[in-house]
């Protein structure tokens, strides 16, 4: 041990980073929150064997912290015996000039208990945490009566540069203080959240994000009165969701606007949408290593153009495509992808660095080949995820994108192809029945 320390501190360093890092399982998702990055068990056991490696792992036993809001029916005896995250962030650590807030470089505030937290608290942990570089927050998901405390945040912390969201509204305009206090975002996921437009198209500014995952993210509705306002008291404070409000998705144009001035690297987008957004995508980030998207659209030629598009983005490692719409749950309900067979044999030719492949839906039309060529052209890819796959021996046709009634024709002749053998395979297997049950009653089963 005594040869150990007497090695140069950065070298030490070294060794304690390595050696605690936290393994990702897997890489083919978008998670949006990698989090804390070492494991604190593991540096807690080596902080704990001398003073000289306690202080050198101190800045990563704070680096990740999560803090979470006690529940509204928390016993007040409990409530006492849980320390402030703001008083423990104000500390000095042992043997530390610094006070702990100054060693966070991730932080996870955990306010799902409950819609009520108070906004001081939000400035004074701000104020704690100015080296602060990854900032999520999970709120509640009933609307608050004021602020949700991010204006503090791109205010007091101005390395903040991965931010991480849900269930937060705009009703405030809080995301307008990411452009008024020109916060340098390179990663942003919105989940749940709401946002108004104009704040939006401010964001889109910013044009520095490279990876982009959004969730149910609707604009801000409009406010409008309700009809039986004139019975409450006007005496009484108004709360805006006394009104009537109508929540709706994002525009293509707005989506245009976010896309086209950043430089994309990952690109998650949740919501069904049409075809037409991966022609944005495809033009304004070209260099897009991961992408996942949800299609909700029936038009074969817009649905095969769309994956030719895809094709296009020679960087991409990681794609995932899913064919569905809303549901009465809000959840994802699968459709049928409407692409003809060779759109995916285009796609299986392409994208040399692909890795992994999921296609999600309720009939995918892929030719006989598809597999062979796909393994063929990319012969390290470790993970292929196809549902409902149906094969076509229809291999007539080489695409050209500007002659959509001969790729509508082609899925049509497909589809026809496959309806047949399918037909076919109906009355054989009618026809097997048919001699079994005649076979049984011969040898005088009762079915």
Not at 170 to 179: C, P
Request: aromatic residues 10%; hydrophobic residues 35%; glycine residues 4%.
């Amino acid at each position: 041990m005594s040869i150990f320390l007497q090695l140069p501190i950065e070298i030490l360093e070294y060794i304690i980073d390595i050696s605690s890092r936290i393994e990702k399982e897997d890489d083919t998702y978008f998670i949006g929150w990698l989090y804390p990055e070492h494991s604190y068990v593991h540096l807690k056991s080596i902080a704990l064997t001398c003073r000289q490696l306690y202080t050198i792992c101190a800045p990563y036993l704070w680096k990740d912290k999560e803090f979470i809001l006690p529940r509204d029916d928390d016993q007040k005896g409990e409530i006492i015996g849980i320390h402030m995250a703001t008083d423990i962030l104000s500390n000095k650590g042992l043997f530390q000039q610094h006070r702990l807030g100054d060693y966070v470089r991730s932080l996870k505030r955990d306010l799902m208990n409950s819609p009520h937290y108070k906004l001081d608290d939000s400035i004074l942990m701000a104020h704690l945490v100015s080296n602060l570089q990854a900032l999520r927050i999970d709120f509640h998901p009933t609307p608050r009566l004021e602020g949700y405390g991010l204006k503090y945040f791109a205010q007091y912390c101005p390395h903040l540069s991965e931010l991480y969201l849900s269930n937060c509204r705009d009703t405030y305009d809080d995301f307008l203080s990411l452009y008024d206090y020109q916060v340098h975002l390179q990663s942003l996921t919105l989940i749940q959240c709401s946002i108004k437009e104009h704040n939006l198209e401010k964001i889109s500014l910013l044009k520095t994000l490279k990876t982009l995952l959004l969730q149910e993210l609707t604009i801000e509705p409009l406010l409008v009165r309700n009809t039986n306002i004139h019975s409450m008291s006007m005496d009484i404070p108004v709360h805006p969701f006394h009104y009537h409000s109508w929540d709706h998705g994002i525009t293509h144009s707005l989506y245009q606007g976010l896309i086209e001035y950043q430089h994309l690297t990952e690109l998650a987008l949740k919501d069904p949408m049409s075809c037409r957004i991966i022609y944005t995508i495809t033009q304004y980030s070209p260099y897009l290593e991961k992408l996942s998207i949800v299609i909700h659209d029936e038009d074969p030629y817009d649905v095969t153009c769309a994956i030719i598009a895809i094709s296009r983005l020679e960087r991409l490692v990681i794609l995932s495509i899913e064919f569905g719409m809303y549901g009465f749950t809000r959840e994802n309900e699968l459709l049928q992808c409407h692409a003809s067979s060779g759109g995916w044999h285009l796609l299986a030719t392409h994208l040399p660095l692909l890795n992994t492949l999921n296609i999600l839906s309720n009939r995918v039309i892929v030719r006989d080949d598809f597999l062979s060529v796909l393994l063929h052209h990319h012969p390290h890819i470790t993970n292929i995820m196809i549902h409902s796959i149906t094969y076509t021996t229809y291999h007539k046709y080489r695409y050209n994108e500007e002659y959509s009634h001969i790729i509508r024709t082609h899925y049509e002749h497909e589809c026809q192809q496959i309806e047949s053998q399918w037909d076919l395979d109906r009355r054989l297997i009618r026809h097997e029945c048919d001699l079994l049950h005649a076979r049984c009653v011969r040898r005088g089963f009762h079915i």
